[in-house]
């Protein structure tokens, strides 16, 4: 097995996790223990392979980059959206 494709492999299972995180989020709709902050970053790194992948000519990994790249970006806007809402909650509700 060649590196680049054990790398998109793991980038491809990455992504799956990522998409039961946004599957558990949205069923739940409250954030708890989690940082936008990290997951912000790691969304960026992602966003950095899609670029950085082509140039080795690692084909597999760049899709598999899309993949965590694409779920990722999910997470964090469900992340930001739903902590905004959990704030405008508890405006409303001391009001």
Not at 25 to 38: D, E, I, N, R
Not at 54 to 63: E, K, M, R
Request: with cysteine; charged share 10%.
């Amino acid at each position: 097995m060649s590196p680049d494709l054990i790398n998109g492999l793991f980038e491809f299972l990455g992504s799956l996790f990522i998409w039961r995180s946004i599957f558990i989020l949205y069923k739940q709709k409250q954030v708890h223990g989690v940082s936008v902050l990290s997951i912000g970053f790691f969304a960026g790194w992602g966003f950095w392979n899609i670029y950085f992948y082509p140039c080795l000519n690692q084909w597999i990994s760049f899709y598999g980059g899309l993949s965590i790249v694409f779920a990722n970006t999910i997470w964090v806007a469900q992340l930001v959206y739903y902590l905004r809402k959990s704030r405008y909650t508890i405006q409303q509700n001391m009001v």
